[in-house]
C-alpha cells in the first residue's frame, strides 16, 4: 500500500457507532512474524501507517468519531482473524463493538463457514488478547452477536480526581482497555445528547489527570497502561428481580475516549469495564444481566459468564449481546495535489 493507492474498504455500525474494516492493511503490520500486540506497537511507529489511519480517520473522509481496523494475521492458526483497531488519536488495545461489526462481517460475507441456523465462533485476536464473536444465525440471516471479551477486573476504587465541575470519585477497570467510571450525575450531567459537549470535556479532564497521575499502570504488560476513556453512567431504572432469581440492570453510559470521541454504541470494552465495577459492588453476579444503553439510544446486553483471577486480581468473564449492521464499500483515492492530504478534524 502506498500513500496513492486506492484504499477498498467494508463499512459497517455497531449501535450507531462506526467500524470501517480494510481487508488489505498496510504491508508493515501484515507481514509474518509477529504477534497482534507487536503489530500494534510497529504501527504507532510507522509514519506510513499512521498516515494511512489518518486519510481513513480525517475529513473529508471520515469524521471526528470515525473508527475501524486493519485485518492482520492471527497470533496463530486457531484465531480465525486478527485486527489493529484504530481511530482519530492512534491504535487502541481492545474494541467490542468493532469485535461484533467483524463477526458479523465475517459470517454475513462467507469468510468464517456459519449454518443457517446457530451459532458460530469467531475467534480474532487483538492487541489485549484473544476474543471470539459468537454470531446467531436464523434463515441463513444474522441475528446477533456475542463478544467473550478478555477477563475484566477492578483496576483501583474509590480514586479521587479534581475537575472544573468539582471533585469526582471514579472507578478504574480494565475491560481490554483501561476506563475510568464515574456517575454523570457527580458532575450534574445527564446521559442524553444535549449534554454530550459537556460529556466530553469532562471525560477528556478526567482522563488526563489520572493519566499524569499514571493511576492506571497495567500490573504486567506496559502497553496496556494508561486511561483510555471515562465512562460516564447513569440508571435508567431500579434493578429488577427476574422470576429465576436473575437480575436485570438498568444503566446508560456516554463513553469518551481516546482524544475526546464519544462512543455511539454503548461500548464493548467499555461495558466489559462496567460489568467488573458492578460485580465487584456485588451489584451483579454470574446469571443477571446489564441492559445497557447508549448515548443515542442502542443497546447492548452484557453477562457475567464467570469468574477467575487475572495477575492475582479477582476478575469476570463478560459476554456481551450487539447488532452490526452494513453501511456501505467504499474505494477511496488520492490525489497527491491535495493540499489537505491526510485530512483534518473539526469538532
Not at 136 to 155: E, I, K, L, S, W
Not at 167 to 184: L, N, R
Not at 220 to 241: F, Q
Request: include cysteine; charged fraction near 20%; charge should be negative.
Amino acid at each position: 500500500m502506498t500513500r496513492t493507492q486506492p484504499i477498498e474498504t467494508i463499512d459497517w455500525h455497531t449501535g450507531g457507532e462506526p467500524f470501517r474494516i480494510v481487508v488489505d492493511g498496510p504491508a508493515e503490520v501484515t507481514g509474518e512474524g509477529l504477534t497482534v500486540a507487536e503489530r500494534r506497537v510497529v504501527a504507532t511507529r510507522s509514519e506510513d501507517v499512521q498516515w494511512v489511519r489518518a486519510l481513513l480517520c480525517r475529513e473529508p473522509r471520515g469524521h471526528a468519531g470515525m473508527y475501524g481496523g486493519f485485518l492482520v494475521p492471527p497470533d496463530d492458526a486457531d484465531a480465525h482473524l486478527g485486527v489493529l483497531f484504530w481511530h482519530n488519536d492512534g491504535f487502541s488495545t481492545a474494541c467490542g463493538h468493532g469485535t461484533i461489526a467483524l463477526g458479523t462481517w465475517a459470517v454475513a460475507s462467507g469468510r468464517v463457514p456459519a449454518p443457517a441456523d446457530g451459532l458460530t465462533d469467531v475467534v480474532i485476536d487483538v492487541p489485549s488478547g484473544r476474543v471470539t464473536a459468537s454470531v446467531r444465525t436464523r434463515n441463513g440471516q444474522v441475528q446477533d452477536a456475542t463478544f467473550t471479551n478478555v477477563p475484566a477486573y477492578v483496576h483501583a476504587h474509590g480514586v479521587d480526581v479534581r475537575t472544573s465541575l468539582g471533585k469526582v470519585t471514579v472507578d478504574i477497570a480494565f475491560g481490554g482497555a483501561m476506563y475510568a467510571v464515574v456517575p454523570a450525575a457527580s458532575v450534574g450531567l445527564r446521559v442524553r445528547p444535549q449534554d454530550v459537549t459537556e460529556l466530553t470535556a469532562v471525560g477528556r479532564e478526567i482522563r488526563d489527570a489520572l493519566n499524569a497521575a499514571r493511576a492506571a499502570e497495567h500490573p504486567l504488560d506496559p502497553r496496556l497502561s494508561g486511561i483510555y476513556g471515562t465512562i460516564l453512567t447513569e440508571e435508567t431504572g431500579p434493578t429488577e428481580l427476574r422470576a429465576d432469581g436473575s437480575r436485570l440492570v438498568r444503566q446508560r453510559n456516554a463513553t469518551v475516549f481516546a482524544d475526546g470521541q464519544v462512543d455511539r454504541s454503548p461500548c464493548g470494552s467499555g461495558t466489559s469495564a462496567r460489568v467488573a465495577v458492578l460485580a465487584g459492588a456485588g451489584q451483579m453476579r454470574p446469571g443477571d444481566e446489564l441492559r445497557h444503553e447508549s448515548v443515542v439510544g442502542s443497546v447492548f446486553h452484557a453477562r457475567v459468564t464467570g469468574q477467575t483471577a487475572v495477575h492475582g486480581i479477582p476478575a469476570v468473564v463478560t459476554a456481551v449481546t450487539g447488532t452490526a449492521h452494513a453501511v456501505g464499500t467504499c474505494r477511496f483515492v488520492v490525489d497527491p495535489r491535495d493540499a489537505l492530504l491526510p485530512g483534518f478534524v473539526l469538532r
